[in-house]
Structures are given as C-alpha cells and as structure tokens.
C-alpha cells in the first residue's frame, strides 16, 4: 500500500523501478552474508504477500529490464485498482457511473478527492468545484426519479457531500469561532444554490479535532433565517466516538428547537488509526473505542436513537456490516417505521452484494461516491485497501470464506460479555476480532472492558505519578539475568498537552489571560538563601505584542548580589549534596505537581511576556513538567553505587557526586521549559543553583523560583538572580566558585562562556564543565517523491511556528529541482494564508517578535536577502502595534549567502533549488551549525541515506523539525550548535556528576561472600 500511495508522484520510469524495488524486492546480501538493507515496512511483510514474493521479486527483476513498458503496466493497473474504490476522475466522468447505479436503483452522494488543503487559494479553489459539481450534477439527472417513489421528497436525487475542513486551510481547534466565521461564507453559495436545484448537502466527519467545530458551524448556519425551513441538510455521526451519543441527543434537540427535518449519516468512523496514535502521542485520553465490538454496540444503540426520534431527523445507515444492517431493519420494524423513510449507504466499489439483496428487499439504498483524479485520491485509495483486508473483514468471511450467517449475525455485546468474563473464544471469533479491529495483535486479541466504561489512557496527573512512584522499586531489570535488581526508579510518563478541542480547555485558557492581565505590573524580589531581596532597580517586561504594556517587573541583581548568590549556594552544597537522591526527586515531583496544577496560569504569562501562541504556550508548560519527572525517573535509575564486576573477595561501587555550585543561564523562546530543565536537571543530581532567566522573560522565572519555594527547595539551594548578562552574567561566568555552567542561548554569547570557562581562576578549586547549547541554521529537504500534503503544512509550521524564534526553527528549505515548481506554489499559497497577529487570541500561529532589538535585527536581514536573493513571498497586513514581523520568503538563494549561513532567529525562510539528493545533503551540511534537520520523502533507500548522512542532533522524517519531546526525542545538537548534550535524554544528567568508584577487599582469612549485590544503597554520612 505505501508503494500505491507514492506510485502517482512518481514522474520517471526509472523512479517507478526504483521504488519498486526498494518496496518489494529481496534485500541484497552484505558482506556479512545477512541483508545489507531492509529498512522498516518496505519490503514483503503482510501476511497475504508473503506467499506470492518468488512471483514479486521476479516482476521486479524483470522491470529492471524494460523500465519504461514495467512502468505503463504498473500505473495502468493501479489505475484499475483505484477505479474499483473512486466512481470517476471529473464530472463527465462519474455520471456514466451514476447511470449505471440509477438502473440498478441505487442513488448517490458525491464526494469530491483532493489533495488536504494547505492555503485559501486552495479552499477557494474546493469551493468553487463544488459549486461546479453541483451544477453540473443536477443537469445531467434532470428528469431522474428516486427509486422507491415512497417518502421521496426526503430523499433528493442530487445529493453532495462537502469536506468541510477543505474550505478553511487555518481551521484551528482552539478557535471554532474564527473558523466558523471563514467556513460559513463558503458554505452558505453552496447551499444556497443547493436548494435552488432542490439537491441535498451533507456535512462530512473527518478527524475528532474539527468535530465540534462542524457540529456548530452545522447548527449555526441551518438556523439562519435563509435555511432555518430547509430540510435537505446532513451531518454525519461516527460511533467509534466514545461522546457520540451525547452529539447525537444533542443535534435531536436542537432539530426540535429549529423545527425543521434534518438527515444523520450514522458510520462507525475512518480515522481510528489517526485517532489512537494522535492521542497516545500527545498524552490525551483516547476519543474513540479501541475494540471495533465497541464501536458496533454503539452503532446499534444509536440506530435506536435516530428511529425513535423518526418525527424530526431522517436516518442514513452507513455501514457494510450485516449484523449493523439487520439490527437497523429489525427495529424499524418493531417501531413501525417504514422502510422508505430511512436508507442505507455504501462506499461505492464495495459490498456489492449486500446492496443489491437490499434493493431487492425494497430499501432505500445510496453509495458514497469519490470523484478525483488518482493522484489526489490516492490516500482515500489506501485507506479503502485497508478497509478490505481488515475492517471488513466480515465480507470476506461471508462470501470468501463461507462462514454461518448466525457468525455473520452475532451481537457484539455478546464478544464483550464474553471477554471480561474470560470466556475461550472460538478460532472464528479470533480471527474475526483480529481482522475487524485496526492495530496490533496484541492489542486486538484483548477483548474490550464494559461497554461505555471510561478507560485510563497514557495520560496521568502528577498524584498519578507520585502513587506510581511508591510502587515496590525491587523488581528484576526487564530482560535482565534472574536475581539482578534494578535501581530506585518510577514509571515515566510524558504529561498530555492540554485538548483545544473541548471548550472548557478553551474557556480556563481565557479566563487565566483575563486574571493574568489583571495582575500586570507585579513587582518580583531577587531570592538569596532563601530571603527576598529588593534593589534600587527594577527590571519592566513588556508584552511584545503591545510593547506600551508592562507585564511585571523585577529587582535587579548587581555585583553584590551575585557575590552573594554564590556564597549561599556553596553554604548550602555541603548538605543538598548530602541528601538522599529520592528526596530530591520528590522535590522535582512536587514542582511538577505545582506546574500542573498552574498550567493554565503560566500559559497565559508566556503568551504576554514572550508572544506564544496557545498551543505552543502550553506545549512550554507540559516540557517544564516533563523534565521534573523526567530527571526525577533518570536519578532515581543512576542514583545507587553499581557494581562494576562480580570479582570474588573484592567489591568495587562507582556512583556520583555533584560537581558543585551550577550557574544557569536560560533564554526567553522556552522560558519555563529549558530554564526549569536546567535548574531541576541541576538540582536532582545535588548541586546547588544560581538561576537566571532572560531578561524578556523575568515575571516566568521568578515564578518558578515560586514554584520551586512552594515545592520545599532549602534555602541557598536555589537562588534567583535578574539583571544584565553583560554585568551579573559575565561576573558569574568568570567566578572561582562556580563549577559548571549551564547555558541556552546565541552563538556568541555561548563561545564566549565556552572560552572563558577554560580559564583556571585563582582559587578555583574544580575545573569548569560547561553545557553549552545554541542556535542552529536548520535545513528540511523535500525529495522529488514526497507527500507535499505533509511537506507543505510541516514546513511552514517549523518555519513560521512561534515566529521561528526557536533554535530547532527551519531556516533553509532545500528542494529537488524535479518538484520545484509544484512546492514553491502550494508553498507560498500556504504562507499567504497564515495568521498573524496577537496570540492572546487563540488559533495565531505568528505573533510578535520579543523586543525591539531582535526586530530591527530582523528587517536587517530582510534587507541583506532582498539584495542577495528574491522576494518570492512577504505577508503585508500585520497589527499596527507591536513587534511583528511578516512571514517571508526568499528563493534564488546559494549556499553561501549570509541569509543561507547566519542565524535570523525571525520568521524567514531561504529556499535553496538543487539537482539531486546528493547535492542536497551536502548543503544541509554545509552550515556551522547541526541542531536539527528534516526530510521528506517515500523513498526508503533515501530515508535510509538521510539518517545516515545529515549532520543533525535530531534528524526528522516525513514530519516537522520541531517540537522534541522530553525522553522522546532527546535534543541538542554538534558543531556549533552545541557541546553534544541531549537534554530530555539518559545521559543528561551525568554531565551534572562527577564519577566516582569505591573499592573494598571483602575477603577475610581466604573467605569472601559467593556474590555481590548488583546494586547497593548511598554513600551517605551518619544524621
């Protein structure tokens, strides 16, 4: 399927054969004599291919021969295929088909295919072609009839379905006002003309994200004056949806209140793959039931609702299983409905013979039909593929495989029961479960719990950890020999990012911008030993987006207090360094309850003090808390002596000390994510802490060194010091008593502390360590093969996200000059439709720049790129106050331009053309820096070649170069980039220690103990 899904990209025949073979032939021998390559996924791994690899792998020998002949066979039998699943490639082109089904009385909805709508140029362009469609719909059907005559007035025979996400490219979860208020004057020609024609338009389902948004653009526009009286307007239900029901019941009450009849397409759902990994990786309770069995009950008991509500909405049944179908028919029945008020609908292209047993038995029945050209229907292809080797795999039981129309018919809740009371279950009834659900073995042969119980998913709450925490420590090493016990240690989870999707996020999230806004011009003392100092001086931040209002202030640190700074921490090292390292991980899991539990607060702080966006405001949050569970779960692992060698009559331990006094010098782009990583990374491993913040982003630390206080940090143990990183900054660097310096910020700043780290002080007692992690000049390259619906969308969000002030931010975007000119213009497109403007109103993606000097500096290189390339792209309607700076967009750009070198640290990107892969590794590595990179592309060799070659910490693929994730993708980069430290990773906190070994002669007059314990406790000194 993945070569189907690349095959219509594909321009050469040469690249057909290319892929061809990467995807399924036999992988070639190393010198080892084991395969030399065979990345994930790409070779002949699907059970029902497997058998026919000889055959496979000779068609593949034999393309290689006669390329451009393999080539014509292989799109002229993907064509084919596509033609079984999509009813036309235009207009002209599906009424042939919709003849055909007219004389077999089957009616239609059509859908229009299309690649995902990445710019309004393109929503425009969708909206248009419905109009069109529609159009051309009921003029080819005029004089059609429907076929049961009964009840037809229901049932117009010009019915369209309209993706709505396909009319708004900026639809943002956050922000269903601002979408409704773009979709609905799209919507409201089509509907319009719609019932000038008398047609039907039904609002499709897509993912949860834009569910409530449909469901209220929905209500809103069916009650408007003009189609408040209309009945011929549908929405759809998918029942894989755990609040589907309460949708539903909802939509019955307000077609009460409307007054007027409306339609529900009643489905199971077609994201669930989507829906399961999307919220598993943000950490989010899981929408959609995760048995199919789940999903059917539900289905029936919805079928319920809509037949006893028969008065005020007309039921669309769209589903292909027969026990669905035949519980829908049955209770019809039995309320006396008749079987020409309702209907059933079908994917055109499938259940053939369900469809005509239904026409024979005189229901309504309608086929859901694609219209599109192969390339942008290629995705909805895939997905119908894999519809018909899993999902529906009751067809295949039933007319391939003969099985009993009693298995056919048997009530899911029965699979259910069956399954929490342990029950075996039959060779058919697994085989079933496993065919008709998505997702791994393991997960489809366990039987759900109790229909419509609430499951706990990956997401927890800090208590939730903390209990976790208490959990017996003395287990066996997973994998690990018998009798082997692992160190102290939790089980870490990343926090879930806070759902824009439900409105009582939305509504938290506006009522702390209102209560923080409230509270601007506080004032915040300097923290010394634990006592709050105030100086002359005051500190103001401003709010970038307003730069006349002052966020807050705080007292400024001179050389006397950071004098005083210094001796607090090294008073307090001595004890802190002496405490047990679960303590101090349950200091770090107390900041992290603090930080949650503030969430919505520190949020609304990051979106005045430094211009995030909600999302990205709150993704800020949920890393600070990451990293406090985060190091808590990694010391916990390193914290006890580990036996070095099991050597009898000797036992030797090494274990860790803290390096000493830590000075901590953050930046404002993450301002509570990196400085508390830093500072809890610090303070878990038993140093003592000298935490300043950026100058921009003071009010946030000073709030986590409230945080922390709250949190039971000892006093001198953490220190918070504002002021000048040219005064304070620099006199601390230089010290004699400060042992490590961890630093987040420029190039520049960071080769000086690297350089004068090095030099021995008199008096200094340690050599400085130094952490030193800087910016970047991050290079994404787009292959000629790649998925530009992904490409697009994630090169602008890692290019203009938070208004690429983020040191993993795309700078360069390298392009193969074979799909140039097709990127550049969905590229451009999509950046002309971002938003920009002030993120305290949700669903901005590029707000303010952080001050006035970083502004100028950035128009200062707009300037040397309108001199040194071409201005392909800058967005012109930007708020009249502020420090904003518009999107832009360079081409024409070489890699040795200063644009194409030197780190802006603004939203602006460079666009480098090139000929071939090999020309387009060597520029991405061809800079100073190596932070992060991207690639796209559904070539698996040149995946393979981009994880081997490009010189990244953190490499990307087929997907954006932002966003690292705490433990997931540890971060930090080479070159000048940084020191090679990973914060997020394993090997973190070790650059906070100093190893140390402790060796003992155990043996006594010849005798010594048979073993020795792999792990022992601390190396503490007597209370």
């Known amino acids: 399927f993945r070569f189907v899904d690349v095959l219509a990209s594909l321009q050469r025949s040469g690249d057909i054969v290319q892929h061809l073979e990467e995807y399924f032939a036999p992988a070639p021998a190393g010198r080892d004599g084991f395969a030399a390559y065979k990345p994930r996924k790409s070779r002949v791994a699907s059970p029902s291919l497997r058998g026919f690899a000889p055959v496979i792998h000779t068609g593949v020998r034999l393309a290689r021969i006669v390329p451009w002949l393999s080539s014509?066979?292989?799109?002229?039998?993907?064509?084919?295929?596509?033609?079984?699943?999509?009813?036309?490639?235009?207009?002209?082109?599906?009424?042939?088909?919709?003849?055909?089904?007219?004389?077999?009385?089957?009616?239609?909805?059509?859908?229009?295919?299309?690649?995902?709508?990445?710019?309004?140029?393109e929503?425009?362009?969708?909206?248009?072609?419905?109009?069109?469609?529609?159009?051309?719909?009921a003029r080819e059907t005029r004089g059609w009839t429907d076929p049961l005559g009964t009840n037809s007035e229901l049932f117009p025979v010009v019915n369209l379905s309209v993706k709505?996400?396909?009319?708004?490219?900026?639809?943002?979860?956050?922000?269903?006002?601002?979408?409704?208020?773009?979709?609905?004057?799209?919507?409201?020609?089509?509907?319009?003309?719609?019932?000038?024609?008398?047609?039907?338009?039904?609002?499709?389902?897509?993912?949860?994200?834009?569910?409530?948004?449909?469901?209220?653009?929905?209500?809103k526009i069916c009650t408007e004056a003009e189609f408040n009286d209309w009945p011929h307007a549908g929405i759809v239900i998918q029942t894989y949806l755990r609040d589907a029901e309460k949708d539903l019941r909802d939509l019955i009450e307000w077609g009460r209140a409307r007054g007027t009849r409306f339609t529900v397409r009643l489905v199971k759902g077609a994201y669930w793959d989507y829906e399961k990994i999307k919220s598993r990786q943000n950490g989010w309770d899981c929408p959609v039931y995760l048995q199919k069995?789940?999903?059917?009950?539900?289905?029936?008991?919805?079928?319920?609702?809509?037949?006893?509500?028969?008065?005020?909405?007309?039921?669309?049944?769209?589903?292909?299983?027969?026990?669905?179908?035949?519980?829908?028919?049955?209770?019809?029945?039995?309320?006396?409905?008749?079987?020409?008020?309702?209907?059933?609908?079908?994917?055109?292209?499938?259940?053939?013979?369900?469809?005509?047993?239904?026409?024979?038995?005189?229901?309504?029945?309608?086929?859901?039909?694609?219209?599109?050209?192969?390339?942008?229907?290629?995705?909805?292809?895939?997905?119908?593929l894999l519809e018909n080797t899993s999902n529906e795999g009751f067809l295949r039981?039933?007319?391939?495989?003969?099985?009993?129309?009693?298995?056919?018919?048997?009530?899911?809740?029965?699979?259910?029961?069956?399954?929490?009371?342990?029950?075996?279950?039959?060779?058919?009834?697994?085989?079933?479960?496993?065919?008709?659900t998505p997702g791994s073995a393991q997960e489809t042969l366990t039987l759900p719990s109790p229909f419509g119980r609430e499951r706990r998913t990956t997401a927890t709450t800090a208590e939730d950890r903390h209990r976790y925490d208490g959990a017996d420590r003395r287990t066996r090493l997973q994998g690990g020999p018998p009798g082997v016990e692992q160190p102290p240690g939790d089980v870490y989870r990343n926090s879930p990012l806070v759902n824009f999707v439900y409105k009582e996020s939305q509504e938290q999230m506006q009522a702390a911008l209102r209560e923080v806004r409230n509270r601007f011009g506080r004032k915040f003392p300097l923290v010394i030993n634990g006592e709050k100092i105030w100086t002359d001086k005051l500190t103001p931040s401003v709010n970038p987006s307003a730069p006349n209002e002052i966020v807050g202030y705080a007292a400024e640190a001179g050389i006397p207090e950071a004098e005083r700074a210094v001796k607090a921490a090294r008073d307090a090292f001595g004890k802190w360094s002496r405490t047990s390292f679960e303590e101090r991980a349950q200091l770090l899991e107390r900041a992290a309850a603090i930080l949650d539990r503030r969430r919505y607060e520190l949020s609304a702080l990051e979106v005045f003090e430094v211009g995030k966006p909600w999302a990205e405001a709150d993704g800020d949050i949920r890393e600070a808390i990451d990293f406090c569970h985060f190091y808590a779960h990694q010391m916990r692992l390193i914290g006890r002596p580990r036996l070095t060698q099991q050597v009898p009559g000797e036992e030797s331990y090494q274990h860790y000390w803290p390096r000493g006094v830590v000075l901590v010098i953050a930046p404002w782009n993450f301002p509570m994510a990196i400085l508390c990583g830093m500072v809890s990374a610090a303070l878990v491993t038993g140093n003592t802490v000298i935490m300043k913040p950026s100058e921009q982003s003071l009010n946030i630390g000073a709030m986590l060194m409230e945080i922390f206080e709250e949190a039971g940090v000892p006093p001198g143990v953490l220190n918070f010091l504002n002021g000048r990183g040219s005064v304070i900054g620099a006199h601390l660097v230089d010290h004699k008593d400060v042992d490590l310096i961890a630093f987040t910020g420029s190039r520049e700043v960071g080769l000086r502390i690297w350089e004068s780290a090095g030099k021995t002080r008199e008096g200094q007692r340690e050599l400085k360590h130094v952490i030193c992690e800087m910016g970047g000049k991050n290079a994404m390259i787009i292959d000629s093969d790649a998925d530009l619906d992904e490409a697009i969308v994630d090169s602008i969000y890692s290019a203009f996200g938070y208004q690429g002030q983020k040191c993993s931010a795309l700078s360069r975007l390298i392009v193969l000059e074979e799909n140039y000119d097709r990127v550049m213009e969905r590229l451009l497109n999509a950046a002309a439709s971002l938003r920009v403007g002030n993120p305290e109103a949700p669903g901005i993606m590029v707000g303010p720049v952080i001050d006035e000097a970083a502004y100028r500096r950035?128009?200062?290189?707009?300037?040397?790129?309108?001199?040194?390339?071409?201005?392909?792209?800058?967005?012109?309607?930007?708020?009249?106050?502020?420090?904003?700076?518009?999107?832009?967009?360079?081409?024409?750009?070489?890699?040795?331009?200063?644009?194409?070198?030197?780190?802006?640290f603004g939203p602006v990107l460079s666009v480098l053309k090139v000929r071939d892969l090999d020309e387009a590794i060597g520029v991405a590595n061809g800079t100073d820096y190596a932070l992060t990179a991207g690639f796209f592309s559904r070539s698996p060799a040149n995946i393979e070649r981009a994880k081997a070659e490009i010189e990244a910490g953190n490499v990307y693929i087929n997907r954006s170069c932002t966003g690292a994730v705490v433990g997931r993708h540890p971060f930090g980069g080479f070159k000048m980039s940084g020191g090679g430290t990973k914060a997020g990773g394993e090997d973190y906190l070790l650059q906070f220690l100093l190893p140390r070994v402790v060796t003992e002669n155990i043996m006594r007059h010849g005798f010594a103990p048979e073993e020795t314990p792999q792990y022992r406790d601390e190396f503490l000194p007597p209370r």
């Open 72 to 121: 014509m066979v292989l799109r002229r039998n993907v064509s084919g295929m596509a033609r079984q699943f999509i009813a036309g490639k235009n207009p002209d082109d599906v009424m042939k088909t919709l003849r055909k089904r007219r004389q077999q009385n089957i009616g239609f909805t059509v859908d229009l295919l299309g690649e995902a709508v990445v710019s309004e140029t």
């Open 123 to 137: 929503a425009g362009a969708y909206a248009a072609r419905c109009l069109e469609l529609l159009e051309h719909l």
């Open 164 to 219: 709505i996400s396909a009319l708004y490219s900026q639809m943002n979860p956050a922000d269903p006002a601002d979408a409704i208020a773009h979709l609905a004057p799209k919507l409201r020609p089509i509907l319009r003309r719609a019932r000038e024609l008398r047609a039907f338009i039904n609002f499709d389902m897509e993912s949860y994200a834009h569910k409530n948004t449909t469901l209220d653009l929905f209500k």
């Open 293 to 384: 069995p789940e999903s059917d009950v539900n289905f029936e008991a919805l079928t319920r609702v809509l037949l006893e509500n028969e008065s005020i909405v007309t039921a669309a049944f769209g589903s292909h299983n027969v026990r669905s179908i035949a519980h829908a028919q049955a209770l019809a029945e039995e309320l006396g409905i008749d079987r020409s008020r309702f209907e059933f609908q079908f994917l055109y292209g499938m259940a053939g013979p369900i469809k005509r047993a239904l026409v024979e038995m005189g229901y309504r029945v309608r086929e859901y039909c694609p219209v599109g050209e192969l390339l942008p229907g290629m995705s909805y292809l895939v997905r119908r």
């Open 397 to 436: 039981a039933k007319f391939s495989e003969h099985v009993s129309a009693r298995e056919l018919l048997r009530d899911p809740g029965e699979i259910i029961r069956r399954g929490e009371s342990a029950s075996p279950l039959s060779e058919r009834e697994r085989i079933e479960v496993r065919r008709s």
């Open 858 to 904: 950035i128009l200062e290189y707009i300037d040397i790129g309108k001199s040194e390339a071409t201005l392909a792209y800058q967005a012109k309607d930007l708020p009249p106050q502020g420090y904003f700076i518009p999107p832009t967009i360079f081409t024409g750009v070489k890699p040795d331009m200063r644009i194409a070198r030197e780190e802006i």
